[in-house]
């Protein structure tokens, strides 16, 4: 390692401790880190794809997840590698900003870093090689631009939706019954979409989970779902046109936050403050029931007396419901959310048509639904299936496909699925790199090359011939210059993915492109490792 | 270059057919450790827990008996977990369904071996359990409009359940038991207000069912052991001492005497609550909540029947099944839903006394009182008519009913072997092999009760060619014979929902080809 001397001939100590720090330079490092991503990209490859396998992921606790999920496996995995690690904040990235496609985003930028290592033999310099994937980068995405299709969906006609919905659903276990869920989920962002301004807000639509029953009985309610029951057993199980009441305090005495303390030294102080208390109680329930509640929602508990005195009052309760299911229920049903019992007013209630307690199996397992809400702006998704895994990917799937259908809310273009996209932007990418003077043009076709990677990896996994298949479909492609020819991945016999109804989103796919290769430059600009060894 | 580290130490990673083989190997040792469990002449497990007192239990039941196991194998883990839900959901099938994933994994590890993909194998056997289903639903058998019919459906699907439990030497009684208290029910399917009280002593026969209720519980000393045409209040309320709840609120005094005083106020506090309490007009109180004894006293004092610590199970029902509410405060006497009970009286069951409430208002809920040898046999009862009450009251929801003793399977099994011959294609090798696991239920069966399967088995496929047959496998007779006449029949929702979540977990395993094992949990205090 390198030492610095003084003019006296004594080291300068510039990295403390050297001995016990292992240390890649150069070449090898950006070999060694080149080799990292890619194993991690190997691991996702085979999830890609209609036909895509699942991978079993066991906890550190013991707990298991089956996911095809890209984002989901590699969070879970226990990645130690730094550059493992890049990838998973990589898929994560795609995850939030996107939602869909996070296997294939790992997938790309693996490829992207063989083919650099390809180039880096050659002895071509990494920045080099990374301005060239940028440029190449930009035409991909200006290409995308260019085949993309806008797609005319309103409010009544969900049908364009709901099959780009399929397309992200149908690579998951849930792809039995992908028709029922893309529709559930397209609804359900209908529903809560904001079609002028073309946003819409995920966090209104909560996704809950109950084991038993089958995946087809899945479905999508028009209001809220609350893992609770009523705090009193004898209280009514359904409320027909309740008034809400949704409180943040507890049914108990107010607790000064300042420290106090109340002394009590004669008979007559003991039997006031008994009274005083006795009248809180009162007091209470009497605001709740004076502004017109027929229902109270709270976030704390109650103590016995005040849940015997609401049951009395005849004003049902229920006790402990989370904060954000508090806000969600504040939202459906126009409500305000209600710190303290005197500023309760009539026009803070929320309104539903219908809350009802409903019971599950054999056990004594209850669920609160509060629908016909005055707002209909918040749903729930209500998902059944065989056990808790189904139920846990079940999830996953849905908010994939909700995202899908949000992006395409945002902005309605679409480009063709099954590896159309990859490769048609490749012969764009492949085409333009012949213009390119110097030893970019090298890096651009590797680019090109990079991007057959993902239609290759469904071919592979669709148990096609990768190579042939791919081949003939490019070939297809030039020759007939229609970019909607992909991977015929189901074996319908057609590889038109307009006939198919295979989209995927314009954002989506751009943004694949975009970050697979930020980080592959990231990556490639790194010359020196300096890690801890362990002892 | 290769890459030294990607994971954390101890983490593990399985590719590809190893990963595959792993789980199915787990798959099939926990379906195989179930296995002798299923049917009539199924074995018992005895599990010792490793807790401290490695206390015993012995069970046919497979959902306890998977619960209780430490598995580290990921692909049993699915297994045990529908295991769970099935247990959760129906009540009944546990075992079946883990068998029947476990057959079905079996069959896929064949046809893996022999190069045929995952994928392809998962839409064989989608298509096929879709069409043992319809299979199924073509055959079943409603008779929800014949009183008299349902009723003898009940009575011979609560038989059916029964007899693969140990209560099997006196189905026939337990079944009338099962069958009377979910009646009683009036078709809501809260299993809450059966109440099960097991006391040890006597012999199973000597099992009853109580259409009042039962509190396992003494009366307070001084007061009366019996009352007639009884108000009861039931409460949840703290009659120890009454705590001020407002924060921060404590005693201070300067001198004894006000230490005293401050002690009368207390009493007088309880007094009044208790005042308060007789001013409902009552004769009996039940509190949810220990009773001190100077309350207890003062009940005693004004002849009420004061029973305290009745846990919250008891409460709720008490108050479900006498028609009273759950009070918490005493202000408004008039206002207050009180309970009645024709008669209330202590009774002895074996050495124990116990209060019964009889003559309630409302006949929903009842008690089943079990007697038994030793305390496993009354808890493997207890799990026995648990089952057997899930299914009835399923059953009452959703009254489609089926032949049992292996006719569903060989009904499902012949459709699906049709399609097979009529679909093209790779997937016909799986909807084969899905027909070959279904008849693995009947072998299996038919293995349990030590009959020659390959035998029966054969006989039950020839009957069953013919249309319409009632064929299924007579364990008693260890012959093939017709269930309708010997009265085996089982729920129509019990059979679909082993279909489903057998086929949904085999194919869930079946997609898995990387399984990635996170390094375990450091636990520090082993260290």
Known sequence: MALAFDEYGRPFIILREQESKSRLRGIDAQKANISAGVAVSRILRTSLGPKGMDKMLQSPDGDITITNDGATILEQMDVDNQIGKLMVELSRSQDYEIGDGTTGVVVLAGALLEQAEKLLERGIHPIRVAEGFEISSKMAVDHLEKISHKFDFSATNIEPLVQTCMTTLSSKIVNRCKRSLAEIAVKGVMAVADLERKDVNLDLIKVEGKVGGKLEDTELVYGIIVDKDMSHPQMPKQIEDAKIAILTCPFEPPKPKTKHKVDIDTVEKFQTLRKQEQQYFDDMVQQCKDVGATLVICQWGFDDEANHLLMHRNLPAVRWVGGVELELIAIATGGRIVPRFQELTTEKLGKAGLVREKAFGTTKDRMLYIEHCANSKAVTVFIRGGNKMMIEETKRSIHDALCVARNLIRNNSIVYGGGAAEISCSIAVEAAADKYPGVEQYAIRAFADALDSVPMALAENSGLQPIETVSAVKAQQIKENNHCCGIDCNDTGTNDMREQNVFETLIGKQQQILLATQVVKMILKIDDVISPTEY | ?527
């Open chain 2, 1 to 527: 270059m290769a890459v030294e580290k990607l994971f954390k130490d101890e983490a593990t990673e399985e590719k590809g057919e190893r990963a595959r083989m792993a789980s199915f190997v787990g798959a099939m040792a926990i379906a195989d450790l179930v296995k002798t469990t299923l049917g009539p002449k199924g074995m018992d497990k005895i599990l010792q827990s490793t807790g401290r007192g490695h206390s015993v239990t012995v069970t046919n039941d497979g959902a306890t008996i998977l619960k209780s196991l430490h598995i580290d194998n990921p692909a049993a883990k699915v297994l045990i977990d529908i295991s769970k839900v099935q247990d959760d959901e129906v009540g009944d099938g546990t075992t079946s369904v883990v068998v029947l994933a476990g057959e079905l994994l079996r069959e896929a590890e064949k046809l893996v071996g022999s190069k045929i993909h995952p994928m392809t194998i998962i839409s064989g056997f989608r298509m096929a359990a879709d069409c043992a289903r319809k299979a199924l639903l073509d055959r079943v058998n409603d008779n929800k409009d014949d009183a008299e019919k349902f009723r003898l459906d009940l009575m011979r699907i609560a038989k059916t359940t029964l007899s693969s439990k140990i209560l099997s030497q006196d189905k026939e009684h337990f079944a009338k038991l099962a069958v009377d208290a979910v009646m009683r029910l009036k078709g809501s399917t809260n299993l809450e207000s059966i109440q099960i009280i097991k006391k040890a002593g006597g012999s199973l026969k000597d099992s009853f069912l109580d259409e009042g209720f039962i509190l396992d519980k003494k009366i307070g000393l001084g007061q009366p052991k019996r009352i007639e045409n009884a108000n009861i209040l039931v409460a949840n309320t703290a009659m120890d001492t009454d705590k001020v709840k407002i924060y921060g609120a404590r005693v201070r005094v300067d001198s004894m005497a006000k230490v005293a005083q401050i002690e009368g106020a207390e009493k007088e506090k309880m007094r009044e609550k208790v005042q308060k309490i007789i001013g409902h007009g009552i004769n009996c109180f039940v509190n949810r909540q220990l009773i001190y004894n100077f309350p207890e006293e003062l009940f005693a004092d004004a002849g009420i029947l004061a029973i305290e610590h009745a846990d919250f199970e008891g409460i709720e029902r008490l108050a479900l099944v006498t028609g009273g509410e759950i009070a918490s405060t005493f202000d408004n006497p008039e206002s207050v839903k009180l309970g009645h009970c024709k008669l209330i009286e202590e009774i002895m069951i074996g050495e124990d006394k116990l209060i019964h409430f009889s003559g309630v208002e409302m006949g929903q809920a009842c008690t089943i009182v079990l007697r038994g040898a030793s305390f496993h046999v009354l808890d493997e009862a207890e799990r026995s008519l648990h089952d057997a009450l899930c299914v009835l009251s399923q059953t009452v929801n959703d009254s489609r009913v089926l032949l049992g003793g292996g006719w569903p399977e060989m009904v499902m099994a012949k459709a699906v072997d049709e399609l097979a011959r009529k679909t093209p294609g790779k997937k016909s090798h799986a909807i084969e092999a899905f027909s070959r696991a279904l008849i693995a239920i009947p072998t299996t069966i038919a293995d349990n009760a030590g009959l020659d399967s390959a035998e029966l088995v054969a006989q039950l496929r020839a009957e069953h060619h013919k249309e319409d047959s009632n064929a299924g496998i007579d364990v008693i007779t260890g012959t093939v014979g017709d269930m309708s006449e010997l009265g085996i029949s089982e729920a129509f929702k019990v059979k679909q929902a082993v279909l489903l979540s057998a086929t949904e977990a085999a194919e869930m395993i079946l997609r898995v080809d990387e399984i990635i094992t996170c390094a375990p949990r450091r636990r520090e205090d082993r260290m």
